[in-house]
């Protein structure tokens, strides 16, 4: 069984930046595509990014295209969210995901993922 843990979340201003971490327990996230989403008050979860198996690949959504990074270290068993140039609307609470590991990438769709994290809260104030 996959555990996923996820920090780094707190308050920060308009312009500013936050890293995410989500760490991978159980087994050896190097198994795993992973995947970051966000869910804002009264709103749909909705997909952020997402990184191949092999990290050679990434996907954002067009929301967050040159502000924010995934990114991993499978020594670490760790996947990161860098969140640059924040904005108020990227206040939400940020979920990382991983899919069964027979997938080597994964995209924007939720019934992808079959492991969830609980959850990190990031407020951008204006």
């Known amino acids: 069984q996959v555990q996923l843990v996820e920090s780094g979340g707190g308050l920060a201003q308009a312009g500013g930046s936050l890293r995410l971490s989500c760490v991978v327990s159980?087994?050896?996230?190097?198994?795993?595509?992973m995947g970051w989403f966000r869910q804002a008050p009264g709103k749909e979860r909705e997909f952020v990014a997402a990184?191949?198996?092999?990290?050679?690949?990434?996907y954002y959504a067009d929301s967050v295209k040159g502000r924010f990074t995934i990114s991993r270290d499978n020594a670490k068993n760790t996947v990161y969210l860098q969140m640059n140039s924040l904005k108020p609307e990227d206040t939400a609470v940020y979920y990382c995901?991983?899919?069964?590991?027979?997938?080597?990438?994964?995209?924007?769709?939720?019934?992808?993922?079959?492991?969830w994290g609980q959850g990190t809260q990031v407020t951008v104030s204006s």
């Open positions: 159980g087994r050896a996230l190097s198994r795993y595509a």
């Open positions: 995901a991983a899919p069964p590991s027979f997938l080597s990438s994964v995209g924007p769709r939720q019934s992808e993922y079959n492991y």
């Open positions: 990184i191949t198996r092999s990290g050679s690949s990434t």
